[in-house]
């Protein structure tokens, strides 16, 4: 169901029963931020909604449209500033600790004790979800950043044999596509999504270390350095295959376009699948997902996470805290896990469960996870609030967009202009 059908049938139930008398029998209500409005996306959180209602808590949907999170992050700023935060929302990270330090997180020792979520977790994760060694936070998912995707039919149509695995092949694709009439590469003009593109060139020509020394230790020589110059210059090539209308589209409708075989690529993180499952399209047949060229190994992180609020006097009772836990509680538990990340593109949290209920992307992404992870090849994504402060991310985003819209921009400028803009915000 779409936001726009849901808001109606909510509208319409509403206009039979007074929302008090829906609300009536409710045991209490928690009510969550979040920005998974596309339609696979609303279709996997409509899964903790249900389990959350069948324990007989209200859910109070506070989604706020806006692929990457930075609306929803405004509208969750102005809400906490004013004294009125919801329950739960969606924040990610290295931003866990600043909401943590604003002391506006509530501690989830007891949930977390109860359901050993210590011994389900890897440590990376559970450290991330922990504010002064106390979880304020539940992890729902991992997501993998690097990843094209791939339209075979369309791929055959340009003559293209195979997968490119290399930037020359990926280029030398890109020609063919265009060549035979397709967008080569659907891409929504968002600041987040260029820099989803701009990490992937990142690890793709730097390597693991030198995406570790550009957006964990922000190394004023790798950014400013040769090898940086060859991603700016890489970043204007693969901009070349996108085409010009794409300001301000949503990552869903560029992935429509190669799911409908108006384009041949995307390159995207996971949660593109949960558009391509939602068309009812099959893994490794309809479509292919195959590591960003040249990143083979690596493996860039995306997990996101519900952090609990302390509530506001007027909603602090006994029965809010309860389905504030019981959310906490739902997001571990294997039901949840299996249904919510089989529609949400992404991978469990949690190491116990069984990966042949998942397709040939979740398996290869589970696969790809763990060796990454043994090679120290396991990277946080910077576009997508991992590596850095939101500040700093921003700091990026700005470059990195306006080299992208400015077809005059100078590659050899761009590494310095981002070392500048880091300073800044730090
Ligand atoms: C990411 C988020 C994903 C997905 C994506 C597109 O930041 O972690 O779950 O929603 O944005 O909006």
Redesign the pocket.
């Known amino acids: 169901m779409n936001a726009i059908t849901r808001l109606a049938t909510v509208i319409s139930l509403a206009s039979l029963f007074p929302f008090s008398a829906l609300a009536a029998d409710a045991k209490g209500t928690v009510e969550v931020v979040h920005?998974?409005t596309?339609g696979g996306?609303a279709k996997a959180v409509k899964v903790l909604e249900n389990l959350v209602e069948k324990d007989g808590y209200e859910w109070k949907d506070s989604a706020v449209a806006?692929?990457?999170?930075a609306a929803a992050m405004t509208v969750l700023k102005t809400r906490a500033v004013s004294g009125n935060p919801p329950s739960a929302a969606?924040i990610?990270g290295p931003d866990l600790q600043e909401w943590g330090a604003l002391g506006l997180l509530t501690n989830l020792d007891e949930v977390s004790s109860q359901n050993n979520w210590d011994k389900l977790l890897s440590k990376t994760v559970s450290d991330t979800m922990k504010y002064d060694g106390h979880y304020v936070a539940v992890p729902v998912?991992i997501?993998r950043v690097n990843w094209l995707w791939i339209n075979p039919e369309v791929f055959k149509k340009a003559g293209i044999d195979k997968a490119p695995t290399t930037l020359e092949e990926f280029y030398a694709a890109g020609d063919k596509l265009r060549a035979a009439g397709f967008i080569p590469l659907a891409h929504g003009g968002q600041p987040?999504q260029d820099s989803t593109v701009f990490e992937n060139l990142v690890l793709s020509i730097m390597g693991a270390d030198g995406y570790k020394k550009a957006f964990i230790d922000l190394d004023e020589k790798t950014l400013t350095g040769e090898k940086m110059v060859e991603v700016f210059t890489a970043l204007k090539k693969v901009g070349g295959y996108m085409d010009e209308n794409r300001a301000g589209r949503d990552?869903n409708i560029a992935a429509a376009e190669v799911i409908n075989g108006k384009a041949g690529m995307q390159i995207m993180?996971d949660?593109a699948k949960s558009e391509w499952t939602a068309a009812d399209k099959v893994a490794g047949k309809d479509y292919q997902c195959v590591p960003f060229p040249g990143t083979q190994g690596s493996y860039t992180y995306?997990i996101?996470s519900l952090a609990m609020f302390k509530l506001s006097a007027k909603n602090n009772t006994p029965g809010n805290i309860a389905a504030q836990n019981d959310v906490a509680k739902i997001a571990l538990e294997p039901e949840f896990q299996y249904v919510f990340n089989q529609n949400?593109g992404?991978i469990p949290v949690r190491n116990d469960l069984d990966m042949s209920k998942f397709d040939a992307c979740g398996q290869a992404s589970a696969k790809d996870f763990a060796e990454a992870d043994k090679n120290a090849k396991l990277e946080p994504s910077m576009a997508?609030?991992m590596a850095t402060s939101l500040a700093v991310q921003g700091a990026i985003f700005d470059v990195v967009t306006n080299f992208m819209s400015d077809k005059n921009a100078d590659p050899a400028k761009a590494g310095k202009q981002m070392s500048s803009a880091i300073k800044a915000a730090r």
């Open positions: 920005w998974w596309s996306e806006g692929g990457g999170g969606q990610k998912n997501h987040w990552w993180g949660w995306n996101d949400k992404s997508h609030n």
